[in-house]
């Protein structure tokens, strides 16, 4: 089996988050121009359902209330093998549907959307999914203690990441896609995630990244244990395919590559002479220690999932990684970014950009290095992921080098003045734009590469497609080709959609200057917040 990590956005139907679309609350009201929580989703990537998915009228049941989407009543999806399963816990995992669902027929094939807490079950017969949907009208069925929602999908089958239908067929690998990697995820982290279910073999990570084990029984019981759920709380989702490799190559054990059957396999650099087996020096001479991995994430003891006493291979003690990549970037909270447009790049542009990855606290130019800026935000972690997706991206015709700073805090020295008049130094970390103030509000956000479609959401609903292209152009910034608007409930004061630019390029210098662009519309007292952020759509 082999588990691939992939920081591949879009994978769960292009919904990438928790999908909170529920109204606010009876009795609470929001400020104009404020962004209600329907709104803050927009950072979740695009509200739609998966494939061909479809707006669909939901099974009424005396348990529950209606389950229906924009009214569409007369509008009911044809019998299908696919259920579309609605309504699940945020825990839920792929197992969870297999056990409560079976007692309708085999299922052959699961499709996880944790962030929407939606699902697709593919049944091996029409009749076994009639059961499951005529079941969900008449009575609750619960998933994993929550009672789910039934209806038929409008797709026939559900498509596979590769040809082989059949985990039965010997394949060992797995794919894993991570999504929302809030914290690095290393050969060490997913380890200690898989071992316990069952022997790792190979990992490899390469923002694609896998490990193997040892058999096909091992590997279906780490897909079903382990699929939907989360490394670490609310963020680092895993969606697990059987992936189209059937063996993983490994050159080197380190941070993003390990052989677990050739615990010394480590590359020997050149003019460094004969490898040493275990490094340079005891543990007890340095920090870095060597042994087994430590139990980052243990499962729970009653897991169904862990192996048993006897099934429990010899252990070897393997050396832990020297370094990380991360660890290589040092341990700061403060990132230098340098390459910037001495016209068009101030304070307040560096935050409309760096704060779709983490807080940002301090903006400060460099006197002495023209085009040279200090970043300080949140956390070492929010550099990292910064460092991650920023790193020599062309921003007004000037690639970025984005790089951990020595420095450890930004401190306001040296002001002076820009060439578009603005200061040199700006503090961020009292503004309401930062989008990790809470773990709540981190859990919205999804670290997403920069595209060239970009998510809008908290916009006034008077605004159309020509104003904002109109907003475009009195910023000097390019247009956009294609406009996309998402239906919005009547009562909603804000409306979201997407844009889709000619090149990932246009579509970062638009977010850098357009950003929270405060809009003003005649009578209003407050102005709303244009917020946007890359979206998981490659095109429109």
Same mark, same amino acid.
Not at 255 to 283: C, F, M
Not at 295 to 301: A, D, F, H
């Given at each position: 089996?082999?588990?691939?990590e992939?920081?591949?956005?879009?994978?769960?139907?292009?919904?990438p988050?928790r999908?909170?679309?529920?109204?606010?609350e009876?009795?609470?009201?929001?400020?104009?121009?404020?962004d209600?929580?329907?709104?803050?989703?927009g950072?979740?990537?695009?509200?739609?359902n998966?494939?061909?998915?479809?707006?669909a009228l939901w099974t009424?049941?005396k348990?529950?209330?209606?389950?229906r989407?924009?009214?569409?009543?007369?509008?009911?999806?044809?019998?299908?093998?696919?259920?579309?399963?609605?309504g699940?816990c945020?825990a839920?995992?792929?197992?969870?549907l297999?056990?409560?669902?079976?007692?309708?027929?085999?299922?052959?094939?699961v499709?996880?959307?944790?962030?929407?807490?939606?699902?697709?079950?593919?049944f091996?017969m029409?009749?076994?999914?009639?059961?499951?949907?005529?079941?969900?009208?008449?009575e609750a069925v619960y998933?994993a203690?929550?009672?789910?929602?039934?209806?038929?999908?409008?797709?026939k089958?559900?498509?596979?990441?590769?040809?082989?239908?059949?985990?039965n067929?010997?394949?060992k690998?797995?794919?894993?896609?991570?999504?929302?990697?809030?914290?690095?995820?290393?050969?060490?982290?997913?380890?200690?995630?898989?071992?316990?279910?069952?022997?790792?073999?190979?990992?490899?990570?390469?923002?694609?990244?896998?490990?193997?084990?040892m058999?096909?029984?091992?590997?279906?019981?780490a897909?079903?244990?382990?699929?939907?759920?989360?490394?670490?709380a609310g963020?680092c989702?895993?969606?697990?395919?059987?992936?189209?490799?059937?063996?993983?190559?490994?050159?080197?054990?380190?941070?993003?590559?390990?052989?677990?059957?050739?615990?010394?396999?480590?590359?020997?650099?050149?003019?460094?002479?004969?490898?040493?087996?275990?490094?340079?020096?005891?543990?007890?001479?340095?920090?870095?220690?060597?042994g087994s991995?430590c139990?980052?994430?243990?499962?729970?003891?009653?897991s169904r999932y862990?192996?048993?006493?006897?099934?429990?291979?010899?252990v070897?003690?393997?050396?832990? $990684?020297q370094? &990380?990549?991360?660890?290589?970037?040092?341990s700061? /909270?403060v990132?230098? +970014?340098? *390459?910037?447009?001495?016209? @068009?790049?101030?304070?307040?542009?560096?935050?409309n950009?760096?704060?779709?990855?983490?807080?940002?606290?301090?903006v400060k130019?460099?006197?002495?290095?023209?085009?040279?800026?200090?970043?300080?935000?949140?956390?070492?972690?929010?550099?990292?992921?910064a460092?991650?997706?920023?790193?020599?991206?062309k921003v007004?015709?000037?690639?970025?080098n984005?790089?951990?700073?020595?420095?450890?805090?930004?401190?306001?020295?040296?002001v002076?003045?820009?060439?578009?008049?603005?200061?040199?130094?700006?503090?961020?970390a009292?503004?309401?734009?930062?989008r990790?103030?809470?773990?709540g509000?981190?859990?919205?956000n999804?670290?997403?590469?920069?595209?060239?479609?970009?998510?809008?959401?908290?916009v006034? $609903?008077c605004i &159309?497609?020509?104003?904002?292209?109109?907003?475009? /152009?009195?910023h000097? +910034?390019? *247009?956009?080709t294609k406009? @996309?608007m998402?239906?919005a409930?009547?009562?909603?004061?804000t409306?979201?959609?997407?844009?889709?630019?000619?090149?990932?390029?246009?579509a970062?210098e638009?977010?850098?200057?357009?950003?929270?662009?405060?809009?003003r519309?005649?009578?209003?007292?407050?102005?709303?917040?244009?917020k946007l952020?890359?979206?998981?759509?490659?095109?429109?």
């Open positions: 089996m082999s588990l691939v992939e920081y591949e956005e879009g994978e769960y139907g292009r919904a988050k999908l909170k679309t529920a109204e606010v009876e009795g609470e009201e929001l400020e104009e121009g404020e209600s929580d329907s709104e803050s989703a950072l979740l990537g695009d509200v739609e998966v494939g061909a998915e479809k707006k009424t049941t348990y529950g209330p209606a389950r989407d924009s009214g569409e009543d007369s509008h009911r999806i044809a019998q299908s093998p696919v259920v579309h399963v609605r699940l945020e839920v995992v792929e197992a969870d297999v056990e409560a669902l079976e007692k309708f027929g085999p299922i052959c094939y499709m996880m959307m944790p962030f929407k807490r939606q699902a697709l079950v593919e091996e029409v009749e076994s999914a009639d059961k499951c949907v005529a079941c969900g009208s008449s998933i203690g929550q009672q789910a929602f039934f209806n038929y999908s409008t797709s089958r559900i498509t596979r990441p590769t040809n082989s239908d059949n985990p067929s010997g394949n690998v797995l794919l894993l896609s991570i999504q929302n990697p809030l914290y690095p995820i290393t050969t060490d982290v997913l380890y200690t995630v898989c071992n316990p279910i069952g022997s790792v073999m190979r990992i490899v990570i390469f923002k694609r990244n896998g490990i193997q084990a058999s096909v029984e091992c590997a279906q019981k897909k079903a244990a382990l699929n939907g759920a989360d490394i670490y963020c989702t895993l969606k697990i395919e059987y992936a189209r490799p059937t063996r993983l190559n490994v050159i080197r054990n380190d941070n993003e590559s390990w052989d677990y059957t050739k615990p010394y396999l480590v590359r020997r650099e050149r003019g460094k002479g004969r490898q040493a087996i275990l490094g340079e020096h005891p543990s007890s001479y340095g920090d870095n220690g060597y991995h139990p980052l994430l243990p499962l729970p003891g009653n862990k192996l048993s006493s006897h099934d429990i291979p010899e070897v003690a393997y050396p832990l $990684p370094s &990380s990549s991360y660890n290589n970037h040092g700061s /909270s990132a230098m +970014v340098s *390459g910037l447009h001495p016209t @068009k790049m101030n304070c307040t542009r560096i935050f950009l760096f704060c779709l990855y983490g807080n940002i606290e301090k130019f460099m006197k002495s290095v023209p085009g040279t800026a200090l970043v300080e935000m949140g956390d070492e972690y929010a550099v990292d992921r460092i991650t997706h920023l790193n020599s991206i007004f015709g000037k690639r970025l984005v790089c951990v700073s020595k420095q450890h805090a930004v401190i306001p020295s040296q002076f003045e820009l060439e578009d008049g603005s200061s040199s130094y700006k503090d961020f009292m503004t309401r734009n930062n990790f103030t809470s773990q509000q981190a859990s919205k999804i670290i997403q590469p920069p595209s060239c479609v970009l998510h809008y959401y908290n006034p $609903p &159309s497609e020509d104003q904002l292209l109109r907003l475009c /152009s009195e000097d +910034v390019p *247009g956009f406009f @996309k998402f239906d409930k009547p009562s909603s004061k409306i979201s959609g997407l844009l889709e630019f000619d090149s990932k390029t246009h970062v638009v977010l850098t200057v357009l950003n929270h662009y405060q809009i519309i005649p009578n209003g007292s407050n102005p709303y917040t244009l952020c890359f979206s998981t759509s490659s095109h429109l």
